[in-house]
């Protein structure tokens, strides 16, 4: 479970150095529940709003007035054919979240769930399923936007071997957080502010080849580092993760991020 988060500004390079391939959603959307005491359900209906009705779809939100209250998820599929590494991949669900600037300052806790999909953009897909909690986050207000990444691999291996190939993921809020906000600054027009999935050409972290991110490859790392100042040596290319010919700070920043999203 992956509950460690770093600012994007620290994380926003290593990236594109290492990935194999990253594949932006093919469909989604906001899906809101809303109205008067007992019509709001958790299932959306013809009363509620649905799939990308403004060019910001970023709100993750259950909240209540008076005798009126409203839920916004978040809703993201993928299609996976365009993926050319052969399966088993390492696979990453990288994401950006935010707190509320609004007082209380309760935490929200966004949960994330994968489950197979082939998305209709219908009220059906407001509660589409069989779905898995992957994992969740607890996002306080005004925290600045921060970058998440959970391991999908298992879920993404699925996907590809099936026909299809599509996997979707959904994002809401825990109950009974009945007035706390998240939100992803998500924009219809450009997926790069959305979540996406990065497939990774091998597991960045495992420094001592056995499959796993552990304590013993942080010590792999700790003995290469030289600084940004220095290039790394002979014996030391597989700790420069961000592949800029230093192994310093950065490293360990990835690595961290690397740790908690695939560490054992």
Known sequence: MCSVYFMTLACGVWFSAIADQTVAPSADGTLVDGGDYGTFNGIADSADWSFNQSSFEGAITVSHEGSSHIEHRLIFEFNLNSVTRQPPVVAGLRFKLRGAARFPAETAIVQVFAYPSDLAET????????????????????????????????????????????????????????????????????????????????????????????????????????????????????????????????????????????GQ
Request: net charge negative; aromatic share 8%; glycine share 4%.
């Open 123 to 262: 009220l059906a897909d407001f509660s589409a399923g069989p779905a898995q909690l992957l994992d969740e986050f607890n996002i306080a207000a005004f925290q600045p936007e921060t970058v998440f990444e959970i391991d999908v691999s298992d879920h993404v291996n699925v996907a590809l071997a099936e026909t299809g190939k599509r996997v979707a993921f959904r994002f809401q809020l825990a109950a009974p957080n009945l007035s706390a906000q998240a939100f992803m600054d998500a924009v219809e027009t450009d997926p790069a502010t959305k979540p996406n999935i990065v497939i990774y050409d091998s597991l960045a972290g495992d420094l001592d080849h056995d499959n796993d991110i552990d304590l013993d490859d942080y010590a792999v790392l700790a003995d290469c580092m030289a600084g940004p100042e220095s290039s790394f040596v002979a014996g030391c290319s597989g700790s420069d993760l961000n592949s800029d010919a230093h192994v310093d700070l950065e490293d360990i920043q990835i690595f961290e991020i690397r740790h908690t999203a695939y």
